[in-house]
């Protein structure tokens, strides 16, 4: 049974989707706060939460500061955030801080739990098993153990980012949509918003590129998308 952390201030909505969560089989903790979220993740029952639903309009500490602790504490937990406005300056700020999706309330409860469902997939090891590739400037992407390192260093990479990473350098020089690419990774079947693959990008490009405003790993190819350089 899936745990899932859900941090929203509004009561109702929590109780709501704290029910909706429990009726399709998931164990549920809830945060009121921000303050209270991350006291939970630190205590005992911080290892049993598998992905958080976090508000990013929370009293106290915000949703945006409350995600990117999460992220200095793990880069394996995955974070759904909801926003009630649907603004485009809070779903690309907190998706800069580290989300991997977002969706805007109201939401239903098929949505939520589609969300989830594949944001736990990503979770899970999975993809093409190979030996480690390599290339003259240091990164290794071993796709056996899941790991990549850069100059023997080992880079910690949220299941978001690693899917993205495996995606594209299976098929060096291989141009990929947006769209595809929010098929392949996000498992968004329907229209999805391509802001959530460019954030993940630019969180990519930040760990691995020597200079992330000049890639060389993952490349932008203007008006069509993304490839991965050849190693």
């Known amino acids: 049974m899936p745990h899932v952390l859900l941090i929203e201030d509004d ?18 903790d809830t945060a009121a706060t921000g303050e209270q979220a991350l006291a ?4 005992p029952d911080g290892a049993r939460v598998e992905l958080a639903v976090l508000d990013l309009m929370l009293p106290g500490i915000d949703g945006f500061e409350v995600c990117r602790r999460i992220r ?58 190979r030996g480690a590739e390599t290339d003259p400037a240091g990164l290794v992407i071993d796709r056996a153990g899941l790991t990549v390192t850069k100059r023997g260093v080992r880079i910690a990479l949220p299941p978001t980012e690693l899917r993205l990473l495996l995606e594209l350098s299976a098929s060096p020089g291989r141009v990929f949509s947006r769209e ?19 954030a ?9 590129e020597d200079v992330p405003a000049k890639p060389r790993y993952v490349q932008t190819v203007r008006g069509f998308g993304y490839r991965f350089g050849p190693l």
């Open 40 to 43: 939970l993740l630190d205590g």
């Open 72 to 129: 200095a504490r793990t880069a394996t937990l995955p974070v759904i955030m909801l926003t009630a406005r649907g603004d485009d300056r809070d779903i690309v700020t907190g998706l800069e801080a580290g989300a991997d999706d977002y969706v805007v309330k109201p939401v239903t409860a098929p949505v939520l739990e589609a969300r989830i469902r594949a944001a736990l997939r990503r979770a899970e090891p999975s993809g093409p098993v």
């Open 180 to 198: 595809q690419l929010l098929a392949s990774v996000w498992d968004h079947t329907f229209l999805g918003d391509s802001r959530i693959v460019d």
């Open 200 to 208: 993940a990008v630019g969180r990519l490009r930040a760990k691995l």
């Open 11 to 28: 009561a109702s909505v929590r109780d709501g989707m704290e029910l909706v969560l429990r009726r399709h089989g998931y164990g549920v």
